[in-house]
């Protein structure tokens, strides 16, 4: 049964650089099929979607961070990663990876989630 | 970006009532409308998409409908274990967007 696996430093100083990664097993994160994605959740707070990546490298960033983040994949590793600059308190949440699938021209919803790794933004 | 606008944003019920939530979407978006459910703690879990298919495994209580901008989740008879928060989520275009959620708690 394919799972995702979150990690994270857990705190992060502003101004600096937050990295985490997600990883993928039970399954290929290479699979035609699917895209992956990152959603956040601030404490108390709701869903944002961040932005999500295919296989191949195409990605798609929401606006409000687009010129901060950056998401990858490594096949090799069957890992997904987010990197989100010039980190703020208001980046203080819960950081979850998660599958959506393909649907001819478009997309699904994310249907498998992981657990969520909690990322505080403090000095 | 489609804002999606939830009401209402928290409901007091009482277990066996039905429950419904609504969605609207500022701009049509036919029925690429998914809603999740909630627990503290926990990932969000899919329970309908395209706006009224059940995902495999969630209850039959369970039901979505709508099209357009207006859109409802449907709970018939509410279980102890459905207590939790609800969100829908439009994946019709990016940027992906998700309402602001409907807690539903114990009357």
Redesign the interface.
């Known amino acids: 049964q394919l799972q995702l696996q979150e990690l994270g430093p857990g705190l992060v100083k502003p101004p600096e650089t937050l990295s985490l990664t997600c990883t993928v097993s039970g399954g290929s994160i290479s699979n035609a099929a699917y895209y992956w994605?990152w959603i956040r959740q601030p404490p108390g707070k709701?869903?944002?979607?961040a932005g999500?990546i295919y296989y191949s490298g195409s990605t798609?960033?929401?606006?409000?961070l687009n010129s901060r983040l950056t998401i990858s994949v490594d096949t090799s590793k069957n890992q997904l990663s987010l990197k989100l600059t010039s980190v703020t308190a208001a980046d203080t949440a819960v950081y979850?990876c998660?599958r959506?699938g393909r649907r001819g021209s478009?997309?699904?919803?994310?249907?498998l989630?992981?657990?969520?790794t909690l990322v505080t933004v403090s000095s | 970006?489609i804002q999606l606008t939830q009401s209402p944003s928290s409901l007091s019920a009482s277990v066996g009532d039905r429950v419904t939530i609504t969605c609207r979407a500022s701009q049509a978006i036919a029925g690429?409308l998914?809603w999740?459910q909630q627990k503290p703690g926990?990932?969000?879990?899919?329970l309908i998409?395209d706006a009224s298919t059940l995902?495999s495994g969630v209850p039959s209580r369970f039901s979505g409908s709508g099209s357009g901008t207006d859109f409802t989740l449907t709970i018939s008879s509410l279980q102890p274990e459905d207590f939790a928060t609800y969100?829908c989520?439009q994946?019709k275009s990016?940027?992906?967007?998700?309402?602001?959620?409907t807690k539903v708690e114990i009357k």
Do not use: M, R
């Not at chain 1, 989630?113 to 969520?116: D, E, I, L, N």
């Not at chain 2, 926990?42 to 899919?46: D, F, H, I, S």
């Open positions: 994605g709701g869903l944002e979607w999500s798609y960033y929401n606006p409000s979850y998660a959506k478009g997309i699904l919803p994310f249907d989630w992981g657990q969520g | 970006a690429v998914a999740y926990k990932a969000p879990e899919l998409y995902q969100y989520h994946f990016y940027p992906l967007t998700f309402g602001g959620g």
